[in-house]
């Protein structure tokens, strides 16, 4: 087996608003909205990249915080350094830790940024 990419990562609302977090994917980190079915619960998926999405999940997980050894997706960005700047200007608390930046979506759900090689 090899694999080649994230085809989905499903993140859960951990008690946030579904809404917030469409906010953070959608504007802060200039994720696309991508068609959904109805599930029977509510969400949000959103295009990462050709053939990856991220999935919010309208329900509460176990879990939470960052925890770069723990659970968690990493999503690919053309460059690191101004992801990390817009971040920053935006307020939202992240760190470097050599070629990736760690943080946490308004729920609770760790998230890897690195750079497209």
């Known amino acids: 087996m090899k694999v080649t990419g994230i085809q989905h990562a499903s993140v859960n609302t951990h ?3 579904v809404e917030e977090l469409k906010r953070f994917y959608g ?3 200039g994720l696309p909205l991508a068609p959904r079915p109805a599930m ?3 969400g949000y998926w959103f295009e990462a990249g050709p053939g990856s999405q991220v999935h919010v999940i309208d329900a509460p997980p176990a879990g939470s915080g960052v ?3 723990g659970n968690h997706y990493c999503l690919l960005v053309d460059d690191l350094d101004a992801a990390h700047s817009e971040l920053d200007q935006a307020g939202v608390p992240c760190f470097r830790g050599g070629d ?3 943080l946490t979506d308004p729920a609770g ?3 890897e940024l690195q ?3």
Do not use: H
């Open 115 to 117: 750079q497209a090689r």
């Open 109 to 111: 759900n760790t998230v």
């Open 27 to 29: 504007e802060v980190l």
């Open 40 to 42: 029977g619960v509510d």
């Open 15 to 17: 008690g946030s608003s």
């Open 67 to 69: 925890d770069p050894i």
């Open 100 to 102: 990736q930046v760690f």
